[in-house]
């Protein structure tokens, strides 16, 4: 496959080089290497591993069941970090996102949601999808900024994605297998087309088009995490989101959209968070 290397970490310069945008509009995705230091993936670990140890539930964010058989009931995912965690908060909304993010939407971007995933080992992955199916963001889509935490491969259910499904319409999706994805919706890659792994090393990100599908299969090994830092962000020029997107700009202020209609929070879960619940799905399903 081909994945853009470059190292954007520095001042001043365009955080993306012009084959890194090329390849962003012909296949849908892109990856910025070395884009934060590893001192910055270790605090944001460390941030998130204190949360889990604490063993308390952070209603709407953060529901654990230390102890429980299922890595995913024992580590979830932190839903909407940023509005918890000043670290979170600085990570969404930072400059180096903030200029990828423009020069590949073209205008002043605005963050959407932030997401960290523990992924321990065993845990189920997340089906083929595609995020504007939740965002449903009009006009145009969302753009994800997918910061690996961990060294991120195929064994310990790194992203896998679909070039060039970034172009096509919205998928409706069929059932997951829920042995292997916690989520519900699974979107097959359409005729011809095949899922290609990217791996990563910590502090590299992973933009992508909200159109694109892309998943993650379990994680396999025996001992390793695999954790990541997710951003979900709309140009400034989208009028409506799902009600669930509480979107800022990149310097931390409101910005009110209109409510979208269908939309739900990224990944209907088979179980879903006590948060999640009320909260109509694409489908009904919650
Ligand atoms: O990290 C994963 O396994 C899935 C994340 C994802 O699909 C997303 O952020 O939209």
Not at 119 to 122: A, E, I, L, Y
């Given at each position: 496959m081909r994945v853009e290397a470059m190292n954007?970490?520095?001042?001043?310069?365009?955080?993306?080089g012009e084959a890194a945008l090329r390849q962003y509009r012909e296949d849908g995705f892109t990856v910025v290497r070395g884009l934060f230091g590893h001192d910055e993936v270790e605090a944001l670990c460390a941030e998130f591993g204190a949360l889990q140890a604490a063993g308390r539930p952070v209603p709407g964010h953060f529901e654990p069941y230390p102890g429980d058989a299922d890595p995913l009931r024992a580590y979830p995912r932190v839903l909407h970090p940023h509005e918890i965690s000043p670290l979170a908060r600085r990570t969404l909304l930072d400059a180096r996102l903030r200029e990828a993010l423009e020069e590949l939407l073209g205008e002043e971007a605005l963050a959407a949601q932030s997401m960290f995933y523990f992924?321990?080992?065993?845990a189920r992955g997340q089906a083929l999808h595609q995020d504007n199916f939740y965002l449903?963001?009009?006009p145009g889509t969302c753009v994800a900024a997918w910061l690996a935490c961990d060294v991120i491969d195929r064994d310990n259910g790194g992203l896998e994605v679909v070039p060039g499904t970034h172009r096509m319409r919205l998928f409706c999706p069929e059932e997951a297998d829920a042995q292997a994805s916690f989520a519900r919706e699974y979107v097959p890659p359409p005729p011809g087309l095949t899922a290609t792994p990217v791996d990563m090393a910590p502090g590299d990100v992973l933009f992508f088009n909200g159109s694109l599908v892309h998943g993650s299969r379990p994680n396999?090994?025996?001992?390793r995490f695999r954790r990541s830092f997710i951003g979900h962000y709309v140009g400034r020029s989208a009028e409506r989101i799902g009600g669930y997107y509480r979107t800022l700009t990149m310097s931390g202020a409101r910005v009110v959209l209109a409510e979208s209609e269908g939309a739900g929070p990224c990944g209907t879960e088979f179980t879903p968070h006590a948060s999640q619940a009320p909260e109509p799905g694409p489908n009904g399903s919650g």
């Open positions: 954007g970490a520095g001042g001043g310069a365009h955080v993306l992924k321990p080992p065993g449903r963001v009009e396999h090994s025996g001992d």
